[in-house]
């Protein structure tokens, strides 16, 4: 079974910049969250989706935004980028809420210049 | 507002010795999930302890929980050089919260 698959890997913008990062769940997983890792903050969650609907947001401000497709696949959008954006951002899936534990894939560097 | 904290936060320790990560959250839960990060990668599910008094054992690591204490324990048994790794407890509240990470080398 293939893991939890995000894209890019790796990604520089400048502030000002809006990004898209995607997220591919485990086949039969239902459940997307997502984490942003820095060293000075650890994780942090973003928000969870579930059938499309967001079920759970973290306190991060409206520039992050994200959706569910109905193939649970997910992407996460940050506009008007700003250093401290700068983070390893995570996805990960469970078969649904409350159902554990959670599959983490590789993550997304995201470098904000 | 749930919060997990974890101690110590960086771990140094000598082959073959034992010792105890700590994780002690606010609120409620009877979820308490285990998992490891190895430098560039992502995170692992090691444990997963789903009721008052659960003990999991995998290897060198054993976790348990204490619901009532609210306290979660990682013990590590006879460490080895591959075991060196961030560990982290997380705790299941409306979403999942996790604790800061506990930074473990483990030295010849």
């Known amino acids: 079974k293939a893991g939890v698959t995000q894209t890019p890997r790796y990604l520089i913008k400048t502030r000002g910049q809006q990004v898209t990062l995607s997220c591919s769940p485990i086949s039969g997983h239902r459940s997307v969250s997502w984490y942003q890792q820095t060293p000075g903050q650890g994780l942090q969650f973003l928000f969870e989706y579930f059938s499309e609907t967001q079920r759970n947001k973290g306190n991060f401000p409206g520039r992050f935004s994200g959706r569910q497709f109905s193939n649970s696949r997910s992407e996460m959008n940050v506009s008007t980028l700003e250093l401290g954006d700068s983070a390893l951002y995570l996805c990960?899936?469970?078969?649904?809420?409350?159902?554990?534990?959670?599959?983490f894939g590789n993550g997304t560097r995201l470098t904000v210049t | 507002e749930l919060k997990v904290e974890q101690n110590p936060l960086f771990l140094s320790m000598q082959e073959g010795k034992n010792y105890t990560i700590y994780c002690n959250y606010s609120t409620t839960s009877d979820r308490l999930y285990w998992y490891r990060q190895d430098p560039g990668k992502s995170l692992e599910s090691l444990f997963v302890?789903?009721?008052?008094?659960a003990v999991k054992q995998e290897g060198r690591l054993m976790a348990s929980l204490d619901t009532k204490a609210r306290l979660s324990t990682l013990h590590i048994t006879a460490a080895v050089h591959d075991l060196s790794a961030t560990y982290f407890c997380?705790?299941?509240?409306?979403?999942?919260?996790f604790g800061a990470g506990t930074r473990l080398t483990v030295k010849p």
């Open positions: 997380a705790v299941e509240g409306n979403d999942m919260r």
């Open positions: 990960a899936s469970s078969l649904g809420p409350g159902q554990s534990p959670l599959h």
């Open positions: 302890l789903l009721s008052n008094g």
